[in-house]
């Protein structure tokens, strides 16, 4: 009988760099040697700080865990803290920008290297976050609350890669930036919870604006599409509000959520990316009328209607609501299984 492995409770940090605009080349060349000098100077102290041990260094990232998440937390804002105020004095090419992700859960110890769920979760969160931001789990946002003076952003639930449920995200907002404008008329320090835009579209709130994907596919007529669910996931497979088809869309590939009036397209960890007016995206990204979103060869114009618009100049049916056929997606554009599990 083969023994059960040993497993342990960890806040896992992971950090990766972002941020490049030179030529791939000198980034490689360039980067471990930065990320060193970054880790001598700024990212070993602080982890060591805050009784934390790096397990794992990659090229451009590393995995450390710590015995709280708090702890872990307190490292990460002070590696942002320090880096930033490192990088305002260097050099554009000198400086070192990080993306973290802080994440509590169960990890597999396998020696020196730890495993499993914990590890996942966190660095599938990294690319969420803002370059020189932080990221953090649900579970990291319940244990610290109240324990540290940070405010933080909902960002709603994503579907990461390799697990198996949606995870709670929310950005970390550093000591010195302002909060995230209120989505809605909810009383003063309550955050909007999922469904209060549908609620107050039931009452007597004025008319809201229509917001619509115009969507042009290989070989077939262009279509629109009105978001009338939030968030509106987009991908190959059911339940996604819209399908597309092609190798290059991921099962659950990005995800439209609209607050105050501003919609915003989130990457789910895609296999090939989600891409604003031909850039790849890597954090939440707040989309302007006559914004194209590319998902592989598909395009995604977006448009919003605002209220009391002719709605069939418009093919959205009054309501905000699209002809069923539309809603659920293109003709023909069925959902897709793959055999290699990609995706």
Same mark, same amino acid.
Request: glycine letters at 12%; aromatic letters at 2%.
């Given at each position: ?66 015995p709280s998440a ?25 400086? =070192?920008?990080?993306?973290?992700? *802080?994440? $509590? ?34 579970? *990291? ?27 709670? *995200?929310?950005? *970390? ?10 989505? #809605? ?12 835009? /549908? ?8 008319? $809201?604006?229509?917001?619509?994907l115009v969507v ?41 959520? =609209?607050?105050? #009036? ?13 891409? =604003?007016?031909? $850039? ?13 979103? #590319? ?10 209607? /605002? ?18 056929? $539309?809603?659920?997606?293109l003709p023909g ?11």
């Open positions: 009988m083969s023994e059960e492995p040993e497993r342990k409770l960890v806040a896992i940090l992971a950090a990766a760099m972002a941020g490049f605009s030179r030529p791939r080349e000198r980034e490689e060349a360039g980067m471990p040697a930065r990320l060193e000098q970054a880790r001598r100077g700024v990212i070993d102290p602080a982890i060591a700080l805050h009784r934390g041990r790096i397990f794992k260094v990659m090229g451009r990232g590393i995995l450390a865990e710590f708090v702890l872990a937390l307190r490292a990460a804002v002070g590696i942002q803290t320090e880096l930033a105020a490192r990088n305002r004095a260097a050099a554009a090419e000198d400086g =070192v920008v990080l993306r973290i992700g *802080v994440h $509590q859960g169960e990890a597999v110890v396998a020696g020196g290297d730890l495993l499993g769920d914990g590890v996942i979760v966190a660095a599938r969160i990294v690319p969420l976050a803002p370059p020189a931001g932080i990221c953090v789990s649900a579970r *990291v946002h319940e244990d610290s609350a109240g324990k540290l003076p940070l405010g933080f952003d909902d960002l709603g639930e994503h579907a990461l890669r390799d697990v198996a449920r949606p995870v709670r *995200v929310l950005r *970390v907002l550093l000591p010195g930036e302002p909060p995230p404008a209120p989505a #809605g008329p909810a009383a003063e320090g309550t955050p909007p919870r999922a469904g209060d835009a /549908e609620r107050t579209l039931l009452g007597q709130a004025p008319p $809201q604006a229509m917001h619509v042009s596919s290989p070989g077939r007529a262009e279509r629109r599409v009105a978001l009338d669910s939030m968030p509106f996931v987009i991908g190959r497979q059911p339940p996604c509000g819209l399908l597309l088809d092609g190798r290059e869309v991921s099962r659950r590939h990005c995800q439209i959520h =609209v607050a105050d #009036g501003h919609a915003v397209v989130t990457d789910l960890a895609s296999t090939n990316g989600t891409f =604003v007016d031909g $850039q790849r995206i890597a954090a939440p990204t707040r989309l302007l009328p006559g914004m194209r979103i #590319g998902l592989g060869a598909h395009a995604l114009l977006y448009e919003c209607q /605002e209220p009391g618009a002719d709605p069939e100049a418009t093919g959205i049916a009054p309501g905000g609501r699209a002809p069923p056929m $539309q809603r659920q997606g554009c069925r959902a897709m299984r793959c055999d290699d599990g990609s995706g």
